[in-house]
């Protein structure tokens, strides 16, 4: 497609917005980091055994695949949308993936299957979110629901589902290099490409452009409908892989994780790490340094011995004032409010 001037206006605006928008995004990346070196520092002198090997590495690993899903959710929210559907994704594909194994079918056509349904939901939360115009947090939240009902009730008996012996989701998650489990590896590889992807490729400037301002957007000639739904099977392909890393730590899957705060993890390292929930804003660099300060923060906890409810209670209390100070740095404009995705 011949660029145009119009092109060239929207291009040079949306490059002058998003010089603007980075500025504050590193800022608010500047204060993060801090409170985490100094989190750190402090843990460093006030624990014991807090900056063993170890457990620095029991660190990595426990936000790997809380990184991963943030991942996912990231695409999202920087094309102005949200996911709510990723962990019951994330939990009732592999759960229906290991129940097929443990049925007797072979592994790749349990696979092909349980792909085949991650990529149509994906695809359905895109749809419904682009073509009929449906806010994206009732969308996703309505099929996260669903898919876990209708797993939970017709595919699998119950709320654990074991790997089989010897499969290669426990053989994978046994591998370990230099000591570092697989986890911090594939948590790596994702964030690599997936900054690849926003940064370097037509369709990852389009999720910018798309977020920073749909109507321009599409009055320019980006699809901002297909990307929508790209948008999403990416985040349910993502979840999906998240699942498999979480079965081959743990040897099975849990299904009882869709209840749990996991969600609410995502949605902060996502925000306290930069991403505006507006839209536009926002990398992979803003997920690794919120997925730092969480597992810091976390592990502190743990050693802490801080009993869970209240360790729930101050991740919800910094998930508000996340959300607060994303409404300051990243305010609500026309577009936003018409958007009616957040």
């Known amino acids: 497609m011949p660029i145009s001037p119009a092109h060239i206006r929207i291009d040079r605006f949306l490059v002058s917005k998003g010089n603007s928008s980075y500025r504050q995004a590193l800022n608010q990346e500047t204060i993060v980091l801090a409170v985490t070196a100094l989190i750190f520092l402090a843990a460093a002198v006030g624990l014991p055994g807090f900056i063993a090997p170890e457990n620095l590495v029991a660190i990595v690993r426990s936000v790997s695949v809380l990184g991963i899903l ?5 695409i999202v929210i920087i094309g102005r ?3 709510l559907s990723a962990v019951a994704i994330m939990a009732m594909s592999v759960a229906w993936y290991l129940q097929l194994l443990n049925d007797g079918m072979s592994d790749g056509l349990a696979f ?22 449906v806010p994206a947090i009732f969308v996703t939240l309505a099929s996260g629901s669903f898919v876990f009902g209708f797993v939970r009730s017709q595919v699998i008996s119950q709320d654990a ?3 089989p012996p010897g499969n290669w989701v426990e053989v994978f998650g046994g591998f370990r290099l230099l000591d570092i489990p697989v986890e911090v590896f594939v948590f790596a590889v994702l964030a690599l490409l997936t900054a690849f992807f926003l940064r370097f490729t037509k369709w990852g400037r389009y999720v910018y452009y798309a977020g920073d301002n749909p109507v321009a957007a599409r009055n320019i000639g980006i699809p ?3 990307m929508m739904v790209l948008r999403y099977v990416l985040s349910a392909v993502i979840a999906f892989v998240a699942g498999l890393l979480t079965a081959a730590s743990l040897h099975s899957i849990n299904t009882r994780v869709v209840n749990s705060t996991l969600l609410y993890d995502i949605i902060l390292v996502a925000v306290i790490g930069g991403i505006g929930l507006s839209g536009g804003k926002g990398g992979v660099r803003n997920v690794l340094v919120g997925a730092a300060l969480i597992g810091i923060m976390l592990n502190a906890m743990t050693i802490i011995d801080i009993p869970l409810i209240y360790q729930n209670l101050i991740k919800s209390t910094i998930l508000l004032f996340a959300v607060i100070a994303d409404g300051v740095l990243n305010p609500r404009d026309e577009q936003t409010a018409q958007q009616g995705d957040i």
């Open 161 to 163: 589902v074991p790997v």
């Open 81 to 83: 949308g949200i996911d």
């Open 112 to 133: 092909a299957y349980v792909l085949a349904l991650v990529l149509a939901i994906g695809a359905v939360n895109g749809f419904l979110a682009a073509y009929a115009e």
């Open 224 to 226: 901002v409908r297909p």
């Open 70 to 74: 943030a991942l996912g959710m990231g």
